[in-house]
């Protein structure tokens, strides 16, 4: 990878949101962009392989990762819900992958992590990439999980990982929450591009997060990185702020992770 562009790089997760716009912007970082979902793949485009697959299979990750030198792991489930869902996805599928990467020796790994592995700090805190984690709810605890994974691979087998907690990365921020934590799209494939090809990461943690005004978190832990994100919320300032004021005491107003933190318990399923 030492030109900058991978031989085969893996995309987990590549029919959500954020894989179908990686899906284009990854593609100058490799002379192969392998892409993975369970379903809504489509048709391989030039330059394209399209291997659907279930994530808690471990033999279907382990054929999955064959031959690729890297992974952008978004696959998952990316909202809070029942454990036993989580578990599948979420737990299941990032061992599998990390194993997958020992045994195929795939030597780096793109984690999307979140916001939400901290998500129960409040947001008058401003946090570093030291400070303990604080997730909020089970969504929360499998990116946990996932950086841990990321840890342990890295000191076991020299795996490196960059885990970026995703803020909100959506066109535009959707409330006052989001003004803090957004991350542009252009912001985020430039962090994974960091991550792919920045010498000597490690297992290193980087809140993803574009230039925003006004922020709760602080990458000086990962300027080995160089990112310079090149976007803002602040564009958006007007129309969030005609918005009306959460109460006071709402979770969206008063804890980083916002609405998470009050979702659940569920109720088991049946």
Known sequence: ???????????????????????????????????????????????????????????AVSELVRGCDAIVHMGGVSVERPFEEILEANIKGIFNVYEAAREHGARRVIFASSNHAIGFYKQTDHLDASMPTRPDGYYGLSKVYGEAMASFYHDRYGIETLSIRIGSCFPEPKDRRMMHIWLSARDLTELIRRGLFTPNIGHTIVFGMSNNKEVWWDNRMAAHLGFQ??????????????????????????YQGGVFTAQGPFAPAK
């Open 1 to 59: 990878m030492a030109d900058g562009k991978c031989e085969r790089l893996l995309l987990t997760g590549a029919a959500g949101g954020l894989g179908r716009m990686l899906r284009e912007t990854l593609k100058p970082m490799a002379r192969i962009l392998r892409l993975s979902d369970i379903q809504g793949l489509g048709e391989a485009q030039d330059g394209e392989e399209v291997v659907p697959c279930d994530l808690s299979d471990r033999q």
């Open 229 to 254: 994100p090149q976007d803002t919320s602040e564009i958006y300032r007007d129309k969030i702020e005609q918005q009306p004021m959460p109460a006071a005491d709402a979770p969206v107003a008063t």
